[in-house]
């Protein structure tokens, strides 16, 4: 009885060895891009777990729905806009991408390429309202990888002195208020406060500037997304060339390349799923 | 893959109405919950954040397994990727008790700079400031 089992057993095995099969059934290339994706997700986890550690270490942080107001045109005051239309503007992208595999598994040479278009489309709508979002952020208000002019009170106070803007002399501000502080001809205007409560009630303070590595932070994570998202539509481009020119078309794999770099997209909105939580949200 | 062409193209419009209301629904809570909704009306941090994470981790699932077809590979390409991000969660609890803990190291130290005085004494007594009046070796 042993010896049929084990002879069962090694036929098995046989089966396996013989060659001819992929492991998972897979094709090593798509398996490969998938061990790629798992390992750039860790390297983006670092970075994000290095953000929440060094917010969390912090007693005051910027807070996103007023660092994130503006949008295009001069609006001001609209929170978290326009990074929701840059998020719908990825998601519509990943549905065009899924689009394109499906034509891909039907050998649809022409609906590859229209669907590859739209999603390449997206792509370059995505970054460029990324560059947008940082010269907002670098040139109008003049956070660098060293100064962070955004942050919000620690103690409740009143303003001695206005910024022209939207502070008045004389108003008033609770713990945890958000400020930004101004520049003008490359004078930094640091409004005076007098606090109200707690240990320092009385004394003249000036508004501080927030803690250095929210600007250095931000601009690395959204910055290696961003590269992300870029080299994203440079590989899109190039497959939807090579598709166009029928070069998938003798290979008679459902345009499985379509597929590989449509798993490289997904992960790329993954990420930023995750960056806009973490940046944005919370 | 087990669906057809017609129910692929119905499915994947599906998923993504739902990424989109999901989406909506997780700025919306944000917004609200930070006052902007309602004048002065906040929902307390944790609630915020463990509402918010849930949903990014809804939409991730639906991106992996069904956009990036997950659901449709075989188990064992399923554990051998998405097992090792379970350590993540690991990484996030460790790292944020740190950083809760270079906070209130901070605050210790500067409490104890506040008090050098008493720093100095305790410090002596415990003979880890050399004074020389008090030095009996030489």
Sequence with gaps: MA????????????????????????????????????????????FLIAYGTLRISMPTWPVPDFVFSAFPGGFHHKPLLFVTVMTFILL?????????????????????????????????????????????????????????????????GIYLEGDGHDIKEGDAFDVGASYLIHKHD?????????????????????????????GALFFFITGFHGFHVLSGVIFLLIICVNAATGLYVKRKNGYEMVEKIGLYWHFVDLVWVFVFLVFYLL | MGLSYEQSKKTA???????????????????????????????????MGG???????????????????????????????????????????????????????????????MDRTELEVSSKQQGMIYDPNTDRNN
């Design chain 1, 3 to 46: 010896d049929t089992a084990v002879h069962h057993a090694v036929n098995e095995d046989k089966e396996l060895w013989d060659g001819g099969k992929s492991p998972f059934k897979v094709s090593y290339g798509k398996i490969m891009m998938w061990y790629f994706l798992l390992s750039d997700a860790f390297t983006f986890a670092g």
């Design chain 1, 92 to 156: 519509a992208s990943s549905f065009t991408m899924v689009r394109a595999v499906q034509e891909g598994h039907q050998e649809n040479k022409n609906g590859v390429v229209f669907w590859m278009i739209l999603t390449i489309i997206g792509g370059a709508m995505f970054l460029g309202c990324q560059a947008w979002e940082w010269t907002t952020l670098i040139k109008a208000e003049h956070v660098s990888v060293t100064t962070n002019p955004f942050s919000a009170h620690t103690e409740a």
């Design chain 1, 186 to 214: 490359g004078e930094w205007h640091n409004l005076k406060y007098k606090v109200t409560e707690g240990e320092d009630a009385g004394m003249i303070k000036e508004q501080a500037f927030g803690p250095k590595a929210f």
């Design chain 2, 13 to 47: 419009t599906k998923i993504i109405t739902i990424l989109a209301v999901i989406t909506i629904a997780e700025v919306l809570f944000a917004l609200a919950g930070k006052g902007y909704i309602v004048e002065g009306w906040h929902v307390p941090v944790f609630i």
């Design chain 2, 51 to 113: 509402v918010m994470i849930a949903m990014s981790l809804l939409k991730a699932y639906l991106i992996v397994y069904e956009f990036m077809h997950m659901k449709y590979e075989m188990p064992g390409l399923v554990k051998t990727v998405l097992l090792p991000t379970l350590l993540l969660v690991w990484a996030v609890f460790a790292f944020f008790k740190e950083g809760d803990y270079w906070k209130n190291r901070r605050g210790e130290i500067m409490d104890k700079n």
